[in-house]
């Protein structure tokens, strides 16, 4: 009797256990596409600066920025455009965002994961050619989290949203 009683408490908090899923890509289209306007905001108030290869928010490690260009970069914004930006952000419903360069901004959206494995899916801007690297082009009837659950190696994925913007799906076991 006990065993049954054990099994059934064991099956109860097992069934009870919220399942994590990634945003599918039809709710990222759907919320990029709202905000699209805020998207090209933030990406206008970044192109105006020659700074690249920053994050914003910048990153703290220990009381200390993770990269001096997050510092100098941050120095340098007026508080009227660090209010824009993190209004913006906010309105995205994004983290932050990290440029590599004028012509590729990420948009942090979304994270998941633990010790040494992980997930992200954000937006991304860029003029770069996937055909070029090792990014999975995404046809728009695959969604790329369904791809990645069936998946058992690593995986980096983009699919178009046309504009050089992209959801980006990065994939780490």
């Known amino acids: 009797m006990r065993i049954l009683l054990l099994l059934l408490v064991l099956f109860t908090l097992k069934s009870c256990k919220p399942e994590v899923k990634d945003p599918t890509d039809k709710q990222m289209t759907s919320h990029f ?6 998207f090209e905001m ?32 941050f120095n340098r914004l007026s508080i ?43 937006f991304l801007y860029t003029k ?5 690297s090792d990014a999975e082009i995404c046809p728009p009837e695959v969604d790329m989290s369904e791809k990645r659950y069936n998946s058992i190696t690593n995986c980096h994925l983009v699919k178009e949203l046309g ?8 994939y780490d076991r």
Request: glycine letters at 8%; hydrophobic letters at 30%; aromatic letters at 12%.
């Open 33 to 38: 596409n709202t905000h699209k306007a805020d």
């Open 80 to 122: 009227s455009k660090r209010g824009k930006l993190d209004s913006l952000l906010q309105n995205v419903q994004c983290s932050g965002i990290s440029v590599l360069s004028n012509d590729q901004v990420t948009f942090n959206y979304y994270s998941y994961g633990g010790i040494g494995w992980g997930v992200d899916k954000n």
């Open 42 to 73: 933030i990406r206008q108030i970044i192109a105006e600066d020659t700074i690249t290869a920053f994050d914003y928010p910048p990153i703290l490690v220990e009381g200390k920025y993770k990269n001096a260009k997050d510092s100098i970069y």
């Open 128 to 132: 770069r050619n996937f055909k070029e």
């Open 163 to 170: 504009n050089n913007w992209y959801i980006e799906l990065n």
